[in-house]
């Protein structure tokens, strides 16, 4: 049997050759992701100038504060603004213990067999449900079988219930996510399994976990279908009104009416505003829920 050439009676120009294909195809694959990214951020930042520039600037304290009108010029938006971070607070408030919780059953209690792959798959299915089929399920659950009718605590929460696979399958898996090491320290030292899940666990995947209430949240102030068959398009007309039993029109909702049915003369400037103050709360909710995470990884760093 021929015995293969030893490494060094291989020219040297072979690896060389190699090395240097190598090193083109690196670049070239360097560039094509660089090139890709800054085209992505670039179509982003259009899109967001496209969509704030001129309602933006218009913005003032009176359309923010004010009450919708229907048929004379200069209405505010004042209820339906309030309403969107009142359903979106009920929502999150329902849903973020119950999801987190349900992350941590699937993620350190559930036995491994079939029930629990199943339930696994459920919730994922769930996740990418239309959200108009909560909001069937809203309409069925709160007007049909409660006669609450058209109401926010409805709304809040069908949205809690859009919300729920999301942020059950973003715990279960940041949680997974921990190392295995920081697990067995943690019983090493002498703490229980609750102390585990408390102290080393939802710490360290806290960062996953805010990302997917961030997401939540931020669907959730954006959500029309769910809101429309759950609370209706219109508001009290009250700029605080907390009573939980009426009707809840949002902000994404107050946008979709003027666009769509709206006879107010200057239907285009709210459209166009709404949609700048749309915009601008998604990012206030990423930043507040994001910074506090920031400076605490800061400080742990430090």
Aim: charged share 15%; glycine share 10%; hydrophobic share 50%.
């Amino acid at each position: 049997m021929r015995l293969k050439e030893p490494v060094d009676s291989i020219p040297s120009y072979y690896f060389g050759k190699r090395r240097g294909t190598s090193v083109v195809l690196d670049r070239l694959f360097t560039g094509l992701v660089w090139g890709v990214g800054i085209i992505v951020i670039l179509f982003i930042l259009g899109l967001l100038f496209l969509l704030l520039e001129k309602g933006l600037p218009k913005l003032s304290w009176d359309f923010l504060y004010g009450l919708p009108s229907e048929i004379e010029e200069g209405g505010g938006i004042g209820p339906a603004l309030f309403n969107s971070f009142y359903v979106l607070i009920i929502s999150l408030i329902v849903s973020i213990p119950i999801g987190m919780a349900a992350g941590i059953y699937l993620a350190e209690f559930a036995p491994n067999n079939k029930l629990i792959e199943v339930v696994r798959i459920c919730v994922e299915g769930l996740s990418s449900v239309p959200s108009i089929i909560f909001g069937l399920f809203g309409i069925a659950l709160f007007v049909e079988f409660f006669e609450i009718g058209l109401t926010i605590l409805g709304a809040a929460i069908s949205l809690a219930f859009l919300n729920l696979p999301v942020l059950t399958r973003v715990t279960e898996e940041s949680i997974r996510a921990v190392p295995e090491e920081l697990r067995n320290a943690s019983f090493a030292l002498g703490a229980t399994h609750l102390q585990t899940i408390r102290r080393v666990l939802l710490p360290v995947a806290m960062s996953g976990i805010m990302t997917g209430i961030c997401l939540t949240a931020g669907r959730a102030f954006g959500e029309s279908a769910v809101i429309i068959l759950t609370a209706g398009v219109s508001t009290s007309g009250e700029m605080w009104d907390f009573n939980l039993f009426s009707p809840g029109g949002t902000l994404a909702v107050h946008l979709w009416y003027v666009q769509s049915e709206a006879i107010v003369p200057d239907a285009q400037d709210i459209a166009q505003k709404t949609t700048a103050v749309l915009i601008f709360v998604a990012l206030l909710i990423n930043i507040v829920f994001r910074v506090p995470l920031w400076l605490n990884s800061r400080k742990n760093k430090a």
